[in-house]
């Protein structure tokens, strides 16, 4: 069944650039003569310089950097929601190293990567979707060869944060239930020294301690096969899109924030107007200042969009019916600090995952493979 459902994404997505390709080049770049030399023939380089957008090749840069990406942070991105699923006077964890350290303890080296699987699977659609999709609508918008304007960099931002929630939206489901596993197999070993000390009022310290002193039972086992088989068994595919207009919220504020501030900054680093190129450590630094600033600026949706998308709650623990009622319980019960856990470890997280991620895409990892000319449309 999972393997139907990623079938499933890979046409959908497939189907989605052909007729993106149509709509830019007309009917006749689909046909099947152009596209089997799209696809097969790497020595093109008339027809990529012609189009302007190599699809295959972005999607091997977006892959690449996601895979690369989400391998050296993916420890960081589990105690960000293990940090933003704790609600406040069950608190498990301190800070980002103290659930790093106890992960460790309670889970081995490997618990850390809970989850990794799902995201390295997906998130090479996910990112090839996000890039190419912000280039193919900032080449349509500059079809006049002019410079884009804020307002356009902006909306292409939108567009391309639009295109890749439906990748997005079922790995992020997948992931969070497989990251917040421990943390809510570790307060359920705590549990009755809580409900004690919560009458004394000292609930904070006793959890730490129990945590580090009582061994318990380890955190259930369960794959990313096995829940999205469930998922599809009891609410259909509607299953794994829960939290799509969260989703949307997080996803689109964060494109219209980070690429026009990334093409911004990184056209600072051109060496002259005669030659645009950049050094590959700017490319990196763009990445991150952008990606980091971008990810606090939307950490309270992203809070929301993990609330909800959590399946499994800890005792005690409300449950929520939609974004207006997640915030507002949230807002009453926790305060206005509790949108931003976590914000520290997206920022640490965001930075250098799109600091590769734009390494790799404007290095040109892909057109080398393939045999282009290295090109680039973001910093045009």
Not at 85 to 90: E, F
Not at 117 to 146: C, Q, W
Not at 315 to 326: F, I
Not at 340 to 369: N, S
Request: aromatic residues 8%; proline residues 5%.
């Amino acid at each position: 069944m999972l393997g139907r459902t990623f079938l499933y994404i890979y046409h959908l997505e497939l189907i989605s650039a052909l007729a993106l390709l149509s709509v830019s080049q007309g009917p006749s770049a689909c046909s099947p003569s152009v596209l089997k030399q799209l696809l097969h023939s790497p020595n093109s380089r008339t027809m990529a310089q012609q189009q302007q957008i190599s699809l295959p090749a972005k999607l091997i840069n977006g892959g690449i950097a996601g895979m690369v990406g989400v391998t050296c942070v993916f420890p960081i991105d589990l105690a960000k929601t293990r940090l933003q699923n704790q609600r406040s006077g069950q608190q498990i964890y301190k800070n980002m190293m103290d659930c790093l350290v106890k992960t460790v303890k309670s889970e081995g080296y490997f618990g850390m990567y809970r989850g990794a699987a799902v995201n390295l699977t997906l998130v090479t659609p996910e990112k090839a979707i996000k890039l190419a999709a912000n280039d193919f609508f900032r080449h349509m918008l500059s079809k006049d060869g002019g410079k884009l304007t804020v307002f356009k960099e902006m909306l292409a931002g939108c567009c391309a944060g639009m295109c890749q929630v439906i990748v997005t939206t079922p790995m992020e489901m997948l992931k969070i239930q497989l990251q917040d596993a421990g943390r809510i197999a570790a307060q359920q070993r705590v549990m009755p020294a809580v409900v004690t000390t919560l009458k004394m009022g000292r609930a904070s310290a006793v959890l730490s301690r129990s945590y580090n002193t009582v061994p318990g039972p380890q955190a259930m086992r369960t794959s990313a096969i096995q829940i999205t088989r469930e998922l599809l068994r009891t609410k259909g595919v509607t299953g794994l899109y829960r939290g799509l207009g969260a989703t949307l919220m997080r996803d689109i504020p964060f494109s219209v924030v980070y690429f026009p501030l990334f093409a911004h900054v990184h056209q600072l680093g051109q060496h002259s107007s005669d030659d645009p190129s950049v050094p590959f450590y700017w490319s990196f630094l763009s990445g991150c200042l952008a990606g980091s600033i971008a990810a606090v600026a939307v950490s309270p949706c992203d809070v929301v969009k993990t609330r909800l998308q959590s399946l499994r709650k800890g005792t005690n623990e409300e449950t929520y019916s939609g974004v207006v009622d997640c915030i507002r319980k949230i807002l009453r019960k926790e305060g206005p600090g509790a949108f931003l856990k976590g914000a520290t470890c997206r920022a640490l997280v965001i930075a250098p995952l799109f600091g590769i991620a734009q390494v790799v895409y404007f290095v040109g990892v892909g057109e080398f493979l393939l045999g282009y000319t290295p090109y680039n449309i973001c910093s045009a």
